[in-house]
């Protein structure tokens, strides 16, 4: 499906890429999504299953939330699993290891959560400590692979220019967004448009209920940049954008695809090379 998450040809940058590698769940390993997985896995083992503080469950939970971590009376369920030997570090840490990693803890990582776990073991607390450990245990390399872990120990030298830039130093920043995107719920055409054409009740009459309203629209000046109509607006939710345009930050790039040469919707299926209807491909093309 085009809707899936896991495109078969996914190739993400860095070295994998560079190898000729695909790597098919990484393309739904976004940085919102990885908060998002530890958040409600660290969660999970302080509130039990709730949706407060990031929590996984969906609903709102009209128990309230825990005013402290440990507290799982309000919550959905919670992890009940207590190794059989509380009594040192080493032990609780050699049991997660065994049951979150298949016993893969590397020895750099281990120190680590030894060490955090090991002040609130030695003030009695040992149902805090199993705690700390489960969450730090959760946020290694270990627990979210599936192989063994190599620490490189090398630290990473940031190169620059070898010479200092003739120029202020300006960056495109190339921003694109999995899926596809509804442009005509951003950017809408408003009035002053050629031939004296009200395309903003064209725009009306096509979008029908989910047309934008005049009061959710933010109005932005194309005069003098030979479009359509110099008046368009965009949404409301989009201020930035607003902004962002009037400072000459920001542009819009309308009308682009992938078509080699102008076609009719009766012949796209015949003369056109990509799929037009599937997301992955428009955007590898």
Known sequence: SVFSFFLQEFDPAGIIGDSGLVSPEAGALAGSKITNLLDGLLATSKFGLTN????????????????????FTRAEGYLEYVPPDLTTVDSIIDDLSLLLTAGRLGAPNRAIIKSVVLEAHQYGSTEKALRIAQQLIAMTPEYHTNALQRKDVVKREITGYENDPVNEYKAIVFWQMAGGMDSFNLIVPIDDCQNGKDMYAEYKQKRGSVALEPHELLNISTVGSNQVCDKFAVNYNFPVLQQLYNENDALFIANMGVMKRPITKHENWKVTLPILFAHNHMQKE
């Open 52 to 71: 407060c503080r990031g929590g996984i469950v969906a609903y709102y939970s009209y128990n309230g939330c825990p005013a402290w971590e440990g507290d």
